[in-house]
């Protein structure tokens, strides 16, 4: 593989602008490189909850560790996706979006039927997965965006919205390891007057 980056800095970008894969240049608040950016975020948070979870302390948590893993290089696909700025440079597909399903599934099949809000929480792997299924929904909220402005793979707004889910089901098994468990909303009484 060649070397893809050899110089660090460029300055190319000093007057706020970027290059897309493709060659061209838009402004670095533009809605690509915004959904660009919010992906990219989320996948540091993931990196992260990844190595929280380094040491899996059973087989289901390192299997879910493999699972997120390959949410960040789904994410990387996604984030070229957006970069390459071509309608027909597709990576995340209809398959990939039914094997997140099927995973989904399975995940939430080990867990009872949720009967309340929970709250973002429970320990600190869940938190972090709360954190990033949050980030999750802002990217999808800039690549729908961009869908309206230019011609996107709308498999890349449906694979966001399945990471959500995934995120959120992911969550509710991490906050019952080591016994631990789901933190239910308690809402206050209404004030009527």
Known sequence: MANRLTKIYTRSGDKGTTALANGSRVNKDHPR????????ELNCLLGLLVAELLVAESPAQEALRKLLLQCQND???LGGELAVADANYQVITAAVIADMEQQIDDLNSTLPPLKEFILPGGNRPAAL???????????ERRVVELARQETVNPEGAAYLNRLSDLLFVSARILSRQNGGEEILWQPRKPVTS
């Open 33 to 40: 490189i915004e959904a660009l950016g919010d992906t990219d």
């Open 75 to 77: 994410l990387f696909d």
């Open 129 to 139: 997965c709360h954190q990033a299924r949050s980030i999750c929904r802002r990217a």
